[in-house]
């Protein structure tokens, strides 16, 4: 069993609609990280979250510590939002990663 | 403009062949990782250093092996015990009071 998994593995969503990308794990964490992955592999970190909820431009993080879950979502999804979204745990020096949710959006 | 640096983009090597992955931060970031990404599957740790001089074994370091004699650098030697070294090749770095990992472009390695 990995230590973070996340959900869907796969999302194809018609632009505007309201995105969920959802991610469990199993390790106790410092900081649970969003990061996003474009189609040439480049990697940017979207947000750090120990608690609560974050919100940048359309995009929104909660973490819920308790049942150790949190969500993305994306308001009004565009289709430049087509990425691919790896949710990633840190505890210790170590980054747990999930596989990776791949996101459609289809103008 | 800080950042990291990651070369060659696209690498090939024979079989048999030891190739080494570039990393270069001007961050001033004490930490530095090097995790292979596969598809279908999560990023996985091979190597990671805290300090100048000092690295320790991820996950998957069979085959792999990393120097860290700079702060700014970080090096990854694919060797030929490695048995199934194609895969994209990502190297972070991290300032160890903080919790934001930031990414290179990656290297993709393909082996014929």
């Known amino acids: 069993k990995n230590e973070v998994e996340q959900s869907p593995q796969n999302l194809t969503a018609q632009e505007g609609e309201f995105i969920t990308i959802n991610c469990s794990y199993s390790v106790g964490i410092s900081a649970l990280h969003w990061l996003q992955q474009h189609p040439g592999g480049g990697i940017v970190s979207l947000f750090m979250l120990s608690s609560g909820k974050k919100k940048h431009g359309r995009l929104i993080a909660t973490i819920n510590i308790q049942e150790k879950h949190s969500s993305l979502h994306i308001t009004a999804s565009h289709p430049r939002d087509s990425a691919v979204y790896i949710c990633a745990a840190l505890t210790g020096n170590q980054f747990y990663f999930g596989t990776g949710t791949s996101l459609t959006v289809i103008p | ?112």
């Open chain 2, 1 to 112: 403009d800080g950042g990291i640096t990651q070369s060659p983009k696209y690498l090939f090597r024979k079989e048999g062949q030891n190739v080494t992955l570039s990393c270069e931060q001007n961050l001033n970031h004490d930490a530095m990782y090097w995790y292979r990404q596969d598809p279908g599957q999560g990023l996985r740790l091979i190597y990671y250093s805290q300090i100048v001089n000092d690295f320790q074994k991820g996950d998957i370091a069979e085959g792999y092996s990393v120097s860290r004699e700079k702060k700014e650098s970080f090096p990854l030697t694919v060797t030929s015990a490695q048995k199934n070294p194609t895969a994209f090749y990502l190297c972070a770095s991290r300032g160890l009071a903080e919790e934001i990992q930031f990414f290179g472009p990656g290297t993709r390695l393909t082996v014929l």
